[in-house]
């Protein structure tokens, strides 16, 4: 499949471990975070968001984390699975921008 | 319900040549965003597409350009290619609001020689 990034910062976990990506954002006055995962040769994907005036929002088996004063996201993926291994991208919107600015991301792989 | 398709999925072409994509969007859907995927930039927003109407475009150069079509159909196109725009061009299409959940295409693989 293609490559999403060949320089990309790598997080390694054991397969059943907590994994937390984390993501710094730009602009203080964006007001929705969404999480995506990109597997090879695909699109992304939508795994969870979360507005700014909510600082936890927890879905199936992963949790996002908002931190406002130093514009910090993370996202907790618990028990993580070898179909967990992926790129993971954190996007930020400014209501009324119709635009959104995604981070760098992070490659997960989940070793067996 | 079928996804976001986009035509074609690999494409070769050479220097100052242009090129048009094409972005169908999921049935319903209103909005249709453009995404320049590289290894060294990552993910950026080219433009943004709902009923025709462009409400916001990226910092690429005039080069790149768009539309939107009544069925919600969308192209792009890019004039006088450069070797930096191969890449993958990703479209994504929503209800319209800004907090609809995107839904990404597979994707055009553009390589310029």
């Known amino acids: 499949g293609e490559s999403v990034g060949l320089h990309l910062p790598t997080l390694s976990v054991q397969e059943g471990d907590n994994s937390i990506i984390n993501c710094a954002y730009s602009?203080?006055?964006?007001?929705?975070f969404i999480w995506y995962k990109q597997e090879s040769g695909k699109g992304p994907q939508f795994i969870i968001d979360?507005?700014?005036?909510?600082d936890k929002r927890q879905g199936q088996r992963v949790t996002v984390l908002l931190n406002k004063t130093v514009k910090h996201l993370s996202l907790q993926i618990a028990a993580t699975q070898p179909g967990d291994s992926a790129v993971y991208f954190c996007?930020?919107?400014?209501?009324?921008?119709?635009?959104?600015?995604f981070g760098t991301g992070t490659r997960l792989k989940v070793l067996a | 319900k079928a996804g976001v398709t986009q035509t074609p999925r690999y494409l070769i072409k050479t220097r100052g040549q242009q090129v048009t994509l094409s972005c169908s969007p999921i049935s319903g859907h209103r909005s249709v965003s453009w995404y320049q995927q590289t290894p060294g930039q990552g993910l950026q927003f080219l433009f943004e597409y709902f009923s025709e109407t462009q409400r916001n475009k990226g910092n690429f150069p005039g080069r790149f350009s768009g539309r939107q079509f009544s069925n919600s159909r969308s192209e792009m196109n890019v004039s006088t290619l450069e070797l930096g725009d191969s890449a993958l061009y990703l479209c994504a299409s929503s209800l319209g609001q800004e907090t609809n959940e995107q839904f990404f295409g597979p994707g055009t693989r553009l390589t310029v020689l």
């Open positions: 996007a930020e919107n400014m209501a009324g921008t119709y635009k959104y600015i």
């Open positions: 979360i507005r700014s005036n909510m």
């Open positions: 602009n203080s006055a964006s007001d929705y």
